[in-house]
């Protein structure tokens, strides 16, 4: 191996090391930063668990360790990203920008995510696929914040596409992006991500009735979709369920329910079983 290779080959590593450092961070912050909040929140927010049934210390083990898997492929796209970039095929910047294109560029790969996220996850529930791909993250029959990244071999290489996937189609469009934009959707995606991954409902009631936040996807949603199957593969916002006929029929009343207790402990049946 030359001098060339070695230099070459050590940046990689370095890259890689950095892209998972990031990841990594991304998972532990949202994630412990949550279930903190869960553990402070006591009794106020343990009346508004949603399932009657707890995560295990197993399941905890499971989805942490197979979350460090998921962190490993989103480094290795942030390579190919960057080995995209370096031969032209992907543009994206770090210069000077203005707030305006950082709120438009944010924006827009948000919702190109929601879509691509339903799409993709939809496809994962086929017969065909279901078991190899996507039966490891509905071993979380009761997610947790931790269950976020708690993805298979498949599944987290099919989750970490999106990034480069994007941005080669925007810069064949032409358009260079603002690095901050993408630094900004990869937070909005892992606390979005662990917040539907709760267990407890978190939104104030009345959220699914608002004809603004009722868009907006909750906890509940998200629930439903692993206590109940084919229902909500949506992940940030409401609309491509509706639109497709893939929303939980109960979906608003078991966010209603969940919202309205007050006081009172989960007991007997949960309200999703």
Same mark, same amino acid.
């Given at each position: ?39 402070? @929140?006591?009794?106020?927010?343990? *009346? ?21 898997? $998921?962190?490993?492929?989103?480094? *290795? ?15 994206? $910047? ?19 995510? %929601? ?58 469009? @032409? ?33 699914? %009735?608002?004809? *603004? ?9 998200? %629930? ?20 497709? @006929? ?28």
């Amino acid at each position: 191996m030359n001098a060339a290779q070695q230099t070459l080959l050590s940046k990689i590593g370095e890259h890689m090391m950095h892209a998972m450092y990031f990841d990594l961070s991304r998972y532990l912050i949202a994630a412990g930063v949550l279930t903190a909040i869960l553990w402070a @929140g006591g009794r106020w927010l343990e *009346v508004r668990r949603i399932q009657n049934r707890r995560a295990k210390r197993q399941d905890y083990t499971r989805e942490f360790f197979s979350s460090i898997r $998921t962190v490993f492929f989103f480094g *290795v796209t942030t390579i190919s990203t960057l080995v995209m970039r370096e031969y032209g095929l992907v543009n994206f $910047t770090i210069q000077e920008f203005s707030i305006l294109t950082l709120a438009w560029q944010t924006a827009v790969m948000v919702i190109a995510h %929601d879509a691509y996220f339903y799409w993709m996850h939809r496809g994962l529930h086929h017969r065909k696929l279901f078991k190899a791909t996507h039966l490891h993250h509905h071993k979380s029959r009761t997610p947790t914040p931790w269950a976020a990244y708690s993805f298979s071999t498949w599944e987290a290489i099919t989750e970490a596409a999106f990034v480069p996937l994007f941005l080669l189609a925007t810069s064949l469009l @032409g358009i260079t992006y603002v690095g901050f934009a993408i630094f900004l959707f990869l937070w909005h995606m892992i606390i979005r991500n662990v917040i539907g991954h709760a267990g407890i409902e978190i939104y104030p009631r009345g959220w699914v %009735d608002n004809r *603004v936040t009722q868009w907006w996807n909750t906890t509940t949603h998200h %629930d439903l979709h692993h206590s109940s199957g084919n229902y909500n593969f949506g992940l940030y916002f409401t609309w491509w369920d509706r639109w497709m @006929g893939t929303e939980h029929p109960r979906y608003r009343q078991e966010f209603r329910k969940v919202t309205s207790r007050q006081g009172e402990t989960v007991t007997g049946e949960a309200a999703v079983n």
